[in-house]
T-cell receptor
Framework: GIQVEQSPPDLILQEGANSTLRCNFSDSVNNLQWFHQNPWGQLINLFYIPSGTKQNGRLSATTVATERYSLLYISSSQTTDSGVYFCAVTGANNLFFGTGTRLTVIP | DAGITQSPRHKVTETGTPVTLRCHQTENHRYMYWYRQDPGHGLRLIHYSYGVKDTDKGEVSDGYSVSRSKTEDFLLTLESATSSQTSVYFC?????????FGPGTRLTVT
């Protein structure tokens, strides 16, 4: 299957700080999604972004498919941003997940 | 949200017993998936379905079977549960592009 690597594995931020999360993948992909898993375990869709750039409020994402990476930007972080951020890519019909970046935002 | 529910939400069972988890969707999505989430592994695909009665294996399918008799329901069965199947199980659906996840089922096999 496709290998998906996320960095950094852990990140601690002061409230109000900005951050960049990275996702590298090993092969050409059809789709790429970013998810936030909140402290209650719920997986929340952030972006569906096989290529290009999208923005949603304080979050934005960029995927450069030809170079096999995607970036998730979080600006002016809030404590509610805490949780694990997953990148997932689709090869044929399977969605392959990275092991995530655990973000802790402290007040 | 894609209107996905899972039942039960929590279950404790004994080794060797059969267990069935249910996923129900109201979005009429063609594709449905079962994943398990374990520490250090992220989410891994168990089985998926690309239509009624059409299913295929994922990355970690050993010990699991699935069935899909209706568009809206996708069942995951552990024929004889083992302690290694203690995990959180997520169902997902897709319209062919974006995947949407259910709330998860925490299964403990003692």
């Amino acid at each position: 299957g496709i290998q998906v690597e996320q960095s950094p594995p852990d990140l601690i931020l002061q409230e109000g700080a900005n951050s960049t999360l990275r996702c590298n993948f090993s092969d050409s992909v059809n789709n790429l999604q970013w998810f936030h898993q909140n402290p209650w375990g719920q997986l929340i869709n952030l972006f569906y972004i096989p290529s290009g750039t999208k923005q949603n409020g304080r979050l934005s994402a960029t995927t450069v498919a030809t170079e096999r990476y995607s970036l998730l930007y979080i600006s002016s972080s809030q404590t509610t941003d805490s949780g694990v951020y997953f990148c997932a890519v689709t090869g044929a019909n399977n969605l392959f997940f990275g092991t995530g970046t655990r973000l802790t935002v402290i007040p | 949200d894609a209107g996905i529910t899972q039942s039960p939400r929590h279950k404790v069972t004994e080794t060797g017993t059969p267990v069935t988890l249910r996923c129900h969707q109201t979005e009429n999505h063609r594709y449905m998936y079962w994943y398990r989430q374990d520490p250090g592994h992220g989410l891994r695909l168990i089985h998926y379905s690309y239509g009624v009665k059409d299913t295929d294996k994922g990355e970690v399918s050993d010990g699991y079977s699935v069935s899909r008799s209706k568009t809206e329901d996708f069942l995951l069965t552990l024929e004889s549960a083992t302690s290694s199947q203690t995990s959180v199980y997520f169902c997902a659906t897709s319209d062919g592009y974006e995947q949407y996840f259910g709330p998860g089922t925490r299964l403990t096999v003692t």
